[in-house]
């Protein structure tokens, strides 16, 4: 009966060992997926950091290109301003000199 009980409780040490490696090897079959992922999910975002990165760049050029542009029209305008300046200012002392010589 001894026999039996022993044999009985090495039976069951066994079923527990096999049991206790499959569990590990489970846990490694998910830890692997898990892992693997991950690693798709990093790079996807580093593809998306990627493509937002481009996207800046590009807003920043065109935000240059905008400041550029409104600079160029702005000294185009002013040169204009100055010019229709210097215009009256000889109309208005043309006018000046004219009242002055015809009172």
Request: charged share 40%; net charge positive.
């Amino acid at each position: 009966m001894k026999k039996s009980l022993e044999a009985g409780q090495e039976e069951m040490r066994i079923g527990q060992e096999e049991m206790k490696k499959r569990m590990e090897k489970g846990q490694d079959q998910m830890r692997v997926h898990f892992e693997t992922q991950v690693e798709r999910i990093k790079e996807y975002v580093n593809t998306c950091i990627g493509k937002i990165k481009k996207d800046v760049q590009s807003v920043k050029r065109e935000i240059n290109e905008v400041k550029s542009e409104d600079q160029a029209t702005w000294r185009r305008d002013c040169v204009i301003l100055r010019k229709d300046q210097s215009i009256l200012c000889q109309v208005q002392t043309s006018h000046i000199l004219d009242r002055q010589s015809n009172p």
